[in-house]
């Protein structure tokens, strides 16, 4: 409300916050956050006590009911660590979600799925910023992934066995900085190509909104130079 300018203190803001029913305040890392105003809000008459059991007691009877207060051992899932959750079982279910998860708008020609046995004698080339740089392909508020288990589309084509040449064109989503030569010597050389674009949090987050909806940089450029 306060970067709206719907108020002007964090004071106001937090008076006005727990008249509307907020409960919780989402201030990671803010040592300085509105709700530690809610102490002076009280005293100056702007809210009241039982104002701020009402708003406090649903907070604990989830915490109550998700088992936080509750001895360890009552609690299932408090023996399982990474070995667990990064088990082979788990990834595969991992994977097979993420390829259940595509959309497909075109499919010309059928060129899709790509398949080892038919790219035998074929050169691949995959491009872009996206194609080898594990650590834009995470979007927002996803969880720090353990490295060895990251597959950047340049790696998973690899392991199709087939020959697979690389060109990022530009190092960072924003694309400011573009090597058309790479793109077109890498693309021109191929029987296929795969371009790897898009926005990712250092363009597009919280906070970070677009007035468009185009390519970051010398993105539509590179583009164009890989399927010309």
């Not at 992934?145 to 690899?158: A, F």
Request: with cysteine; proline share 7%.
């Amino acid at each position: 409300m306060l970067g709206h300018h719907y108020t002007h203190t964090f004071l106001e803001t937090a008076v006005a916050s727990v008249n509307a029913g907020c409960n919780l305040e989402l201030s990671y890392g803010v040592r300085n956050n509105v709700f530690m105003h809610i102490p002076q809000a009280l005293a100056m008459g702007n809210i009241t006590l039982q104002m701020l059991r009402d708003r406090v007691r649903p907070l604990f009877y989830t915490r109550m009911r998700l088992g936080e207060f509750d001895p360890p051992a009552m609690n299932p899932y408090s023996a399982l660590n990474l070995s667990v959750v990064q088990s082979p079982e788990h990834r595969n279910l991992s994977l097979e979600a993420a390829v259940k998860s595509f959309v497909l708008l075109k499919n010309i020609q059928g060129t899709l799925p790509l398949r080892a046995r038919d790219l035998l004698g074929q050169r691949l080339a995959v491009v872009g910023p996206f194609a080898d740089n594990p650590r834009v392909l995470f979007g927002d508020y996803a969880p720090v992934p353990e490295p060895q288990y990251i597959y950047t589309p340049r790696k998973g084509l690899e392991m199709l066995g087939v020959n697979v040449s690389f060109a990022a064109g530009c190092r960072e989503p924003r694309c400011q900085w573009y090597s058309q030569a790479e793109v077109v010597r890498a693309a021109g050389a191929a029987d296929v190509v795969v371009v790897c674009l898009g926005t990712g949090v250092d363009v597009e987050t919280e906070a970070k909104d677009r007035s468009d909806l185009s390519l970051p940089g010398h993105q539509l450029q590179l583009l164009q130079d890989a399927v010309r």
